[in-house]
Each structure stands twice: as C-alpha cells, then as structure tokens.
C-alpha cells in the first residue's frame, strides 16, 4: 500500500499501556471483531457509556470483506464518534489472527496499532522465526505484537484444527524472550466458534485449564496474557435463533463465571466475536419473522445493532470488568 498511515494520526493508541494497567488492575481490555458499520457503532457506543478502553480486531477474512482503507478510515471514524459522544476512551485498532509477515506488515503500513501473528500452526522454531520477524517490523512503529503458542481447536480464519494442543508451559518464557511479543494468546481449553463443547445429556462445560495459566503466570509474571475463543455463546440468542428458522442445535460456550475468573487474572485480553454474530442473526431473524413486510435494512440492522449494544455494555460491566476503567 502506497499512502502509508501511522497510528496515532489516526487517534489510535497501541495494547501496551491498556494491558500493563489491565494486568495491576485485575480485570481484561474487551476485543471485539467488526466486520461493518453497525457492528463498529455498537462497540463505540457501549464502551463510551460504559467507559471502558477496548480493541477494534479484524480478522482476515474481514479484511477481504470490508476492505483494508475503508477499515482504516472506519477506524478513524469510531475515535471520532468517541470523542462527539464526549468520551475519551483508547481505541486500539488490532489485526486478529495475522497468518503471514506481509498481512502482518500491510496493516501497520496501514495504520494498525496492534497485530497479532499467528504462528501457532507451525513448529516452535517456525512459530518463533515468524513472530521475531514481525516484531522487528511492527516495533519500529511502536505498534504492539501478539504471539500464540498452543492451538485452539475449532476455526481460525482459514485453518481449522480438529482438537486442541494447550500451551506448553515450559515454552512460554523462550517464547517471550526470543520473540519479543508484547503479549501471548494461549490455549487453555477454549475455542473458536459456537459450538466450543460437545455435551452429552446432563453433562456440564468443563472448566477451563486454570492450572495450566496458573503454571504460565509462574513462568512469565504479569506478562499479558490473551484468551481467544472467549464468547460465551449467549443461550437466549440461541433459542431465539431456533426459535425463528434457525438452526444452533448443541450450540455452547464458556461460562461467565470462568471468563470473569480469568479476566481477574493475567489474562488482559478477551476476544468476543460469535456473542456478537449470535445477537445480530437472533435480532435480525425476529425482526424479519415479525416484521414479514419490512424491507428497509435500517429496521433491521437496527435492531440487531441495538442488542449488540446492551450485550457488550453487559461484557463490559459483568465479565470483563474494563467498565470505568478508561
Ligand atoms: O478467530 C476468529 C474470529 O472469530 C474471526 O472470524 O475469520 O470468520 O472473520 P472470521
Ligand atoms: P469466539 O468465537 O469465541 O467469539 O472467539 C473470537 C476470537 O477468538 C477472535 O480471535
Ligand atoms: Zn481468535
């Protein structure tokens, strides 16, 4: 891309400060995936009112939907519509699942304040390789790095893994120290997706592998810790999905109460983003079903990106604790 862009022209800020007072302060910075105006909207709005900081990711999948320039200037516009609303909470604009150094490469030539590399998928050395490759780059910027060590299972963008690999924790600090990542996505037993779990009758979510975050925080203290795969797969959205022609059957995530757990801990970033897909498809599949005649998208839209507000204010305030933090 020709018309490079820095960050802060933009009026975006990069994860370092958000995470190293998220970290003292015991609860999580909120990362929410947008791929369009009203998801982008809904995100501003709650986390204004509730004055919580938080991060704008795009994965690459939203990237080729939205396209890269117009993310950007949406992302301006976000930081304005803040400021308009009489709120001065960070805006961290942060590319989710990076897979190469040139994806990685284009979005801080772009105007990203934070990236993540993805290198999970291959060997350690590869996976280090890769992610030193792109800090280099990155931290010429000032522009903040996320690294991953361990598989989630599930979808991530395009490669789908069948079963989870959790993090090693004995990897963690030779990661961290040879890399030099700001932070560090770990796999403790969450996943992407809607179905995070397969239940068979009468049988509970599994918690989530505390010891082993217990293990990586010895290893590495106070270093930021990210938590992919985090949505709690809202069970009214389900119903209602169900409810009005859809189909989610068995459609599970994890409970608050583990997210809240790990928000109190090192753990300061949340990824949400099937939460907030689940709310838009349940709204917008009752509106129609109610409203047969309706044809003006505004109507619908606009009532998904109404609940998209209420659930993130909720996240904000009930489960990640970053309300009031900004
Ligand atoms: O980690 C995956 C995110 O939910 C993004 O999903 O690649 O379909 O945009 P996507
Ligand atoms: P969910 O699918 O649980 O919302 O996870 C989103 C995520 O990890 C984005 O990177
Ligand atoms: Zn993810």
Redesign the pocket.
């Known amino acids: 891309m020709s018309d490079n862009v820095h960050y802060s022209d933009l009026g975006l800020v990069n994860s370092r400060d958000m995470f190293d007072k998220a970290v003292d302060g015991g609860y999580a910075i909120p990362a929410y995936?947008f791929?369009n105006l009203e998801q982008l909207q809904a995100i501003v709005t709650a986390c204004a009112a509730t004055s919580s900081p938080v991060i704008i990711q795009v994965?690459?999948?939203?990237r080729e939907y939205a396209n890269e320039t117009m993310l950007r200037f949406m992302a301006m516009g976000a930081v304005k519509m803040a400021r308009e609303m009489g709120s001065d909470i960070p805006v961290c604009l942060h590319l989710?699942?990076g897979d190469t150094f040139e994806v990685c490469k284009s979005c801080v030539d772009a105007g990203f304040s934070s990236v993540m590399i993805d290198g999970s998928h291959h060997s350690f050395d590869e996976n280090v390789e890769v992610t030193r490759k792109v800090v280099e780059y990155a931290h010429k910027y000032d522009v903040t790095v996320e690294g991953e060590l361990g598989v989630l299972a599930g979808?991530?963008?395009e490669v789908e893994a069948e079963a989870s690999t959790y993090t090693k924790p004995e990897e963690v600090e030779e990661f961290v120290e040879r890399t030099g990542v700001d932070s560090l996505a770990i796999s403790i037993g969450t996943s992407?997706g809607a179905y995070k779990f397969k239940l068979g009758p009468g049988e509970e979510v599994p918690p989530l592998r505390f010891d082993i975050l217990e293990e990586i925080e010895k290893r590495i203290p106070r270093f930021p810790i990210v938590l992919?795969g985090a949505s709690s797969v809202v069970q009214s959205y389900v119903e209602l999905i169900n409810q009005y022609g859809g189909k989610m059957d068995g459609a599970v995530g994890v409970p608050e109460e583990q997210l809240r757990k790990a928000a109190k801990s090192a753990v300061c970033k949340i990824?949400i983003?099937?939460d907030g897909r689940l709310a838009v498809t349940a709204k917008v599949r009752e509106f129609l079903a109610n409203n047969p005649a309706e044809f003006d998208p505004r109507k619908y839209l606009g009532a998904a990106r109404k609940e998209l507000i209420e659930l993130i204010k909720h996240k904000n305030e009930a489960v990640l604790g970053s309300a009031g933090k900004a």
């Not at 994965?59 to 939203?62: Q, T």
């Open positions: 995936n791929n994965s690459k999948g939203a989710d699942h979808i991530e963008d992407h992919h990824n983003d099937s």
